[in-house]
């Protein structure tokens, strides 16, 4: 079946450290996404990008770095520059950038991150 | 800029009520509408959308009408299920700004038996 896998579900890290959150998807979709959900703000856009090799930033890119190396792949890293990474975090793919009626976003499962 | 507004939950309803979620949002020209869904522990899902005016976008007993006059995409069911349990997103792509849905602040939908 194709989706999208994030792994870990949880992850636990001090505070200092840098970690980083896998996403892959057999979908072979063009653009990937990563958004941070908290509780009563609803989604936030982290990165994006439009095909292998591009990426961009979102609305809260500060204290994040991404990579897209591979059609499939598109790993997170929360570095610890990041003021307050406690969150479910949420990669998506679509076929295409646009969007288009016949292309909506598809979700992975999350990898909830803690950090102490 | 471009933005969404749910109402806030939890909306707590004894199973077989009447749903409504209200949503509305803010957007220059014509942007496509989306309602997604995500159950306890997952991601989302969609659940229906509509892309202009007047539109009913409809699934699962679920359905949501496109109003430009008032800005709305309220989320209805005539009769929920214990398995509706979960939170709600509304969301827009704006018709200029490809790529980037904006979310609402997703409501919480308890439905007791």
């Known amino acids: 079946d194709g989706g999208i896998t994030q792994s870990p579900k949880y992850l636990f890290r001090k505070e200092g450290q840098n970690v980083t959150l896998s996403c892959e998807q057999n979908?072979?979709?063009?653009?990937m996404y990563w958004y941070r959900q908290d509780p009563g703000q609803g989604l936030r856009l982290i990165y994006y990008?439009?095909?292998?090799?591009?990426?961009q930033k979102g609305d809260i890119a500060e204290g994040y770095s991404v990579s897209r190396e591979k059609k499939e792949s598109f790993p997170l890293t929360v570095t610890s520059a990041q003021k307050n990474p406690t969150a479910f975090y949420l990669c998506?793919?679509?076929?295409?950038?646009?969007?288009?009626?016949?292309?909506?976003?598809?979700f992975g499962n999350g990898t909830r991150l803690t950090v102490t | 800029g471009n933005s969404v507004t749910q109402m806030e939950g939890p909306v707590t309803l004894s199973e077989e009520a009447f749903l409504t979620i209200n949503c509305t949002y803010t957007?220059?020209?014509?942007?496509?509408l989306f309602w997604y869904v995500q159950y306890p522990g997952e991601g989302l899902q969609l659940l229906l959308k509509?892309?202009?005016?007047?539109d009913k976008g409809s699934n699962k007993g679920f359905e949501a009408t496109y109003r430009k006059e008032t800005t709305s995409f309220h989320l209805e069911k005539g009769s929920v299920q214990v398995s509706d349990s979960a939170v709600y997103f509304c969301?827009?792509?704006?018709?200029?700004?490809?790529?980037?849905?904006?979310f609402g602040q997703g409501t919480t939908l308890q439905v007791k038996p």
């Open positions: 998506a793919s679509s076929i295409d950038f646009t969007l288009k009626e016949n292309s909506p976003l598809h």
């Open positions: 979908l072979n979709h063009d653009a």
């Open positions: 990008s439009q095909i292998v090799n591009d990426f």
């Open positions: 957007a220059t020209g014509y942007p496509s």
């Open positions: 509509a892309t202009k005016a007047d």
């Open positions: 969301a827009l792509i704006g018709s200029g700004n490809t790529g980037k849905l904006i």
